[in-house]
């Protein structure tokens, strides 16, 4: 079954969940940040009495809640597909996905039915101290309500803290604090969220900018760069700081993402980071789409080696090294893998067929070989590359992670910069003169939503052929349903999704333009 | 004598809700959603593929063993 898969199938399946991803992401970002910004200002508000902040506070929390009012909800389609596209997916995950899962939504129905509404209706009914309470309840509560959604897929990145069924055909989970502790999460959990406070600081400053070239609402404009600016430059700091931190990570847990990411093929010692590249069709291999060279790269010598291992002589593996194997690094090969995830299969369809001839000898005898530590680690491990046919399966698109990786760090390099010149230009009250770089904050806004959706592609496509790590490729997770359906729902999301983001943009457009002084619930 | 604790949430909501001005347009888009969302997509395209196939767990688990075996 799982060899005659129609993969129009799978391709559908995966585009319509990178598009829902995608769309629902447009609207998480700036939910998340955009809280933190406004528990600043109204906390400026309530420590100095100055009014001025809380009509500022007021105004950036009516664009806070069109963005949340549009973009609340728009998760659970994911969660829809999950049951109709991805049923063996989701029934193998078991309770792992959906523990985190849980929590989320009951946290995001506290956070929305009480601390929300007290912080869009609670204006003058309670004390300024239990309002600014609210309101970093809401900004804390967002983020809280990503984390878990992030742990489930940092598992999926990095599954850990489990243990596989073979009667129920599920993981079961043994340690949820390793799950949630794990790394992987951690690293994930921070650098994602640290991503949204980014774009909000992004989109704080640009539409403050906007003002300014408008020459209108000028303290607002100058005050609320100020907040953001500084919140920016923090949040850019912390989230080069988490990105690195990731790469120590990834080089473990998945090294071919990494290879992938750098355009690296064969491994080396010292191993140089690009700063630029860019990608040719390889003459070692002209007739392989996927094979490719540099025509031109910067890099910073051995930096790789130092990123990823701490010393600058370390040997970062290539992918052939990750294909072919590498026995003097002690690198197992793709095909030895594939062999090992064959026979796990193989004990597991022995176990099915003995069931079915009530053979209990031969299936407790088979069963047991799942709780043994010795078949776990060296077999079941690689109970993925069991379904895999070609090594080349294994290795993901090259071009389109290297040039999303890099354009992804070198965006997140240039918002740093970016937010230290708009700090600079503010405290020496030159900002309204510099209009090359008001319309150049504008501009920088989809820069931001470009950056967080180039991370979400090098995450994602990074670790294909996977679902699950070594354990599930992709098209082994997909349900046996008709693949016009999903083309008939993808185009349907397509165009709810794209009616939301429109009447987003015009909402909020609409609010920008009328300005701060009808302060709005 | 003060209100009912009850109450007066009540009326924190509905008074939040009565003064609304950019905001109803917002609950507008809101529910509109959630019904396309929870009763059209739901309902007509998506439905849970084992749970629709399956009555048992232990079918569903069959099911899944199977596909991943063959």
């Known amino acids: ?521 | 004598m003060s209100e009912n604790i009850f109450i007066r949430i009540f009326r924190f909501y509905y008074e939040g809700f009565k003064n609304m001005t950019v905001g109803k347009r917002l609950w507008l888009i809101i529910l509109i959603k959630l019904f396309v969302f929870f009763v059209i997509l739901r309902l007509f395209f998506f439905p849970d593929f084992l749970k629709t196939r399956f009555n048992t767990d232990e079918q569903r688990g069959d099911y899944v063993l199977e596909q991943l075996t063959q």
Do not use: C
């Open chain 1, 1 to 521: 079954m799982i060899d005659s898969i129609d993969l129009s199938l799978v391709n559908w399946s995966r585009g319509q969940f990178a598009l829902t991803a995608y769309y629902h992401w447009l609207f998480v970002p700036l939910t998340l940040g955009l809280s933190f910004i406004l528990a600043f200002m109204e906390t400026l508000y309530v420590r100095t009495g100055d009014e001025k902040w809380k009509s500022i506070t007021k105004f950036w929390m009516t664009l806070f809640g069109i963005n949340f009012a549009i973009g609340v909800a728009t998760g659970i389609i994911l969660e829809f597909e999950f049951g109709t596209n991805w049923s063996n997916y989701s029934w193998f995950v078991g309770d792992i996905f959906g523990a985190p899962l849980a929590i989320e939504g009951i946290m995001a129905f506290f956070l929305e039915s009480t601390f929300l509404a007290v912080m869009f209706f609670g204006w003058n009914k309670i004390s300024k101290k239990w309002h600014l309470a609210s309101t970093w309840l809401v900004a804390i509560g967002a983020s809280l309500s990503a984390v878990w959604i992030l742990v489930a897929n940092a598992w999926m990145q990095h599954p850990i803290g489990m243990h596989f069924n073979p009667e129920t055909a599920r993981n079961e989970m043994i340690n949820f604090w390793e799950i949630l502790f794990s790394p992987v999460a951690v690293t994930k959990v921070l650098h994602t969220t640290t991503s949204g406070f980014v774009l909000a600081a992004v989109f704080v400053v640009g539409i403050s900018s906007w003002y300014l070239l408008k020459k209108r609402e000028i303290l607002l404009a100058r005050r609320s760069i100020m907040v953001a600016a500084i919140f920016g430059i923090l949040s850019s700091i912390f989230l080069i700081w988490t990105g690195d931190e990731s790469t120590r990570q990834i080089v473990h847990v998945q090294p071919m993402k990494l290879a992938a990411i750098e355009g690296l093929y064969h491994g080396q010692e010292g191993t140089g980071l690009v700063v630029i590249g860019i990608l040719s069709q390889s003459e070692e291999d002209p007739e392989y789409e996927n094979k490719k060279d540099f025509s031109f790269r910067i890099e910073i010598p051995k930096f790789l080696s130092y990123m990823a291992f701490g010393r600058s002589d370390a040997f970062v593996p290539g992918i052939i090294d990750l294909i072919e194997g590498n026995e003097e690094r002690g690198i197992i090969s793709s095909a030895e893998k594939m062999e090992r995830g064959k026979y796990a299969r193989e004990v597991l369809r022995e176990m099915k067929d003995a069931k079915a001839a009530d053979d209990f000898v031969s299936y407790e005898a088979r069963k047991a070989k799942f709780i043994d530590p010795g078949f776990q680690e060296n077999y079941f491990r690689y109970f993925g590359y069991g379904f895999i046919d070609e090594p080349d399966q294994l290795i993901p698109n090259v071009p389109l992670l290297f040039y999303s990786f890099h354009l992804m760090v070198g965006l997140g390099f240039y918002f740093l910069v970016f937010f230290i010149l708009a700090i600079i230009m503010v405290y020496r009250d030159t900002l309204i003169r510099r209009r090359g770089f008001l319309r150049l904050a504008i501009w920088t806004i989809p820069l931001a939503y470009l950056a967080n959706l180039l991370g979400w592609t090098v995450a994602e496509v990074g670790r294909q052929p996977w679902v699950i790590q070594d354990l599930m490729p992709t098209f082994a997770a997909v349900s046996r349903i008709d693949a016009g359906m999903v083309q008939v729902t993808f185009w349907l999301f397509a165009a709810i999704f794209t009616t939301l983001a429109i009447a987003e943009v015009r909402i909020m457009i609409k609010q920008i333009k009328l300005g701060p002084k009808e302060g709005r619930e």
